[in-house]
């Protein structure tokens, strides 16, 4: 992938992929799932949807392969950092189980699905 040459604000000698500078218009989330049996994953996406999809493909073969997910948040931002930086946040147990327990759309989808209480562990 081509490096920018434009560095992280905090250390200039870091280079990134040109994907992780802002575009006009271009919004990246970082995106919290519940699975039907209570395992809950984070990630990051510039698609919502497309990843969704992938999520719940039977083609996936990664941790979320086999199970069918739910979207319980997403979270925009500016630039691919941003969102990996946030994403890297949901791998904290105490900021998920936070998470969880204040969205009123984990309620409503654990209750309508039939899903157990959320494992809360690192994914």
Known sequence: MPS?????PNNPSLRFPK??????????YAYLLISENGKTYGG??????????DHNSPKNKGYTQGQKWYLLAAWP???RYEALVFEKGLKSTKLRRR?????????????????????????
Not at 44 to 53: D, E, F, I, S, Y
């Open 4 to 8: 920018s040459r434009m560095g992280h």
């Open 19 to 28: 994907d992780f500078l802002p575009k006009l218009g271009m919004t990246f």
């Open 44 to 53: 990051q996406t510039k698609n919502l949807k497309h990843r969704m999809a």
């Open 77 to 79: 931002f500016e630039t």
């Open 99 to 123: 998470i969880i327990e204040h969205l009123p759309r984990t309620r409503i989808l654990m209750e309508r699905h039939d899903i157990p209480l959320p494992d809360i562990s690192l994914n």
